[in-house]
C-alpha cells in the first residue's frame, strides 16, 4: 500500500478529463482502507470506476481508488441465488458472470460502465429495470470511525438514480461489497421497452432468455453510445424530468409529438434526450467537447477538452431546454 502524491486522473475518468490528484492510494483489501483512514488528515474523494463523474478541477484530496475484488456465492436454494460482489468488480462483467451462471435478474443492465461499488449509490437502472429491484445490501465502512455497517434495501432509500449515499450520507461511507439476490429458473424477463422488443425482432429470437436479452441490450447500447476508449463520455448526463400531468397536457398544445412515459396519474417521465435533440444541441460540436450525434444524453469529450468547457455545455442544455419547454433537466454525472 503506497499513497503517491500529484497523479494524473486522466485514465481513471471515463470522460478523459486531465486533473491531478494531490494523493492518491489503490485500495485492494478491507485491511488496506482501514489502516489508510485510520492515519489520514486528509479530505476524502472515493474514486471507483470513473465512469459517472465530470472532473472539472484537481483534486486537493486522498483519491481512495476502490479495487476490491472477489465474488462469492453466500447463500442457495432450488429457485433463488444470494450473490456477495466486492466493490472493485466492473459491473458488466459482473453482469456477464450471471448469465454464464443462468443467475436472472440484471440481464437488463448490461454493459452500464463502472463498478459494483458504485451501483448503489446511483441506482443505476435501465431498460425497465433498477439495481433496487434484486438488491440485498451492501457493506460499507464509515469514514470517520471505521465502524463497518449493513445497509438494508430500505436502508438505502432508493429512488429514481438516487440512494441514501448522494443525499444525507454523501461522502460518510465506503461501500465495500453489494449483496444481490437472483433467479435460477423461470426468471421475469423484462422486454417491454420497445427497444428491445425490436432488436429482439432483428436477431430472430422468439423465445427470449437472459442471455438474448443481455445481447440485445449491448447492441442497442452500442449503436446509441459511444465507447469510452474511442471517445471520452460518461454515458447519460441528464437525468429524464418528471412532470405533472397538468404541465404535460399543456406541452401538447405546443409539441403534439412528445414522447411520454406515465409513472402515475399525476406523473408523466419525458425522455431528456428528445428535449436536448428538439433544443437543437444533438450532434452539435463546440472545439474539442460536444453532444453525441447518435445520442443527445451524451456529453462527449473529443480529446482535450477540459471539466469546465463539458459543465458550461450542460448548463447551456438546461437553460436552452428550460426557455422552450418549461422543464428543468438534472445532471445524472457527478460534478466534482
Known amino acids: 500500500m503506497v499513497i503517491k502524491q500529484n497523479v494524473s486522473l486522466k485514465a481513471f475518468n471515463t470522460f478523459g478529463i486531465e486533473a491531478k490528484a494531490s494523493s492518491y492510494c489503490d485500495i485492494s483489501t478491507i485491511d488496506q482502507l482501514i489502516r489508510v483512514l485510520n492515519g489520514n488528515k486528509m479530505p476524502l474523494f472515493i474514486l471507483g ?11 486537493d484530496a486522498l483519491v481512495l481508488h476502490i479495487n476490491l475484488k472477489g465474488i462469492e456465492v453466500i447463500k442457495e436454494t432450488v429457485d433463488m441465488v444470494s450473490v456477495k460482489v ?3 468488480e466492473n459491473w458488466h462483467e459482473f ?17 452500464i460502465p463502472g463498478n459494483v461499488g458504485t451501483a448503489p449509490i446511483q441506482n443505476i437502472g435501465a431498460y425497465g429495470v433498477e439495481l433496487k429491484d434484486a438488491f440485498i445490501s451492501c457493506e460499507a465502512v464509515n469514514t470517520k470511525n471505521l465502524i463497518k455497517k449493513t445497509f438494508s434495501k430500505k436502508d438505502c432509500k432508493f429512488g429514481y438514480r438516487e440512494s441514501v449515499f448522494k443525499q444525507e450520507l454523501k461522502g460518510q461511507y465506503i461501500i465495500t461489497s453489494v449483496n444481490f439476490e437472483f433467479t435460477k429458473h423461470n426468471h421475469k424477463l423484462n422486454v417491454d421497452y420497445g427497444a428491445i422488443k425490436e432488436q429482439l425482432k432483428i436477431s430472430k429470437v422468439l423465445k427470449p432468455t437472459i442471455k438474448s436479452i443481455s445481447n440485445a441490450v449491448i447492441a442497442i447500447r452500442k ?14 448526463f441528464f437525468k429524464n424530468p418528471v412532470i405533472s400531468s397538468n404541465q404535460f397536457e399543456e406541452l401538447l398544445t405546443n409539441f403534439p409529438n412528445i414522447p411520454s412515459y406515465k409513472i402515475s396519474d399525476k406523473k408523466i417521465k419525458i425522455p431528456a434526450g428528445w428535449l436536448i435533440e428538439k433544443a437543437g444541441f444533438k450532434g452539435k460540436r463546440f472545439d474539442d467537447y460536444g453532444v453525441h450525434n447518435k445520442q443527445a444524453l451524451v456529453l462527449v469529450n473529443y480529446g482535450n477538452a477540459k471539466g469546465s468547457d463539458i459543465l458550461n455545455l450542460a ?16 445532471t445524472e454525472v457527478n460534478i466534482i
Open 223 to 236: 449503436s446509441k453510445l459511444p465507447d469510452p476508449a474511442d471517445i471520452g463520455n460518461s454515458g447519460s
Open 86 to 88: 466486492m466493490a472493485g
Open 95 to 111: 453482469v456477464l458472470w450471471c448469465i454464464e451462471h443462468n443467475y436472472g435478474g440484471i440481464e437488463n443492465l448490461s454493459l
Open 49 to 59: 470506476g470513473g465512469s459517472n463523474m465530470l472532473l472539472t478541477q484537481n483534486i
Open 315 to 330: 448548463q447551456l442544455i438546461q437553460q436552452t431546454v428550460l426557455q422552450i419547454f418549461d422543464i428543468k433537466i438534472e
